[in-house]
């Protein structure tokens, strides 16, 4: 992962993980959806997206992302893995595993898909 790509996933891990921390779930959820975006052509930042995704699931007893984290995880691991991911996917277990969403124009500034 090319530094300022880190950089960029980092600081919406940071900020996803300070409003879990003070219980404001949507707004944490947004972020990790957008550190989503950035990490899921890379195995680690991908899987540690959904494993947090998964933790606000838990804490908000929402069974429906649960039960999507717990699908997700292990397919993270192996699209990531394998360079095949949905590009733009926002990890949610609101959307399909496969579905193409467009991605954020202040986020593209940090993809490189030629990496």
């Known amino acids: 992962m090319k530094s300022h790509l880190k950089i960029a996933f980092d600081n919406e891990m940071s900020i996803a993980r300070d409003f879990y921390a003070q219980g404001q779930f949507t707004d944490c959820f947004r972020h990790l959806e957008r550190a989503h975006v950035l990490g899921q052509f890379y195995v680690v930042p991908h899987t540690k997206t959904h494993i947090w995704m998964l933790y606000v699931g838990i804490r908000t007893r929402n069974f429906e992302e649960i039960a999507g984290q717990l699908i997700r995880i ?39 898909f030629a990496e």
Do not use: C
Not at 80 to 95: D, E, R, Y
Not at 99 to 106: A, G, H, K, N, R
């Open 74 to 112: 292990p397919g993270g691991i192996i699209g990531s893995a394998i360079g095949k991911v949905p590009v733009g996917n926002t990890g949610g277990a609101n959307i399909k595993l496969t579905t193409v969403l467009p991605i954020p124009e202040d986020l593209k500034a940090h993809l490189d």
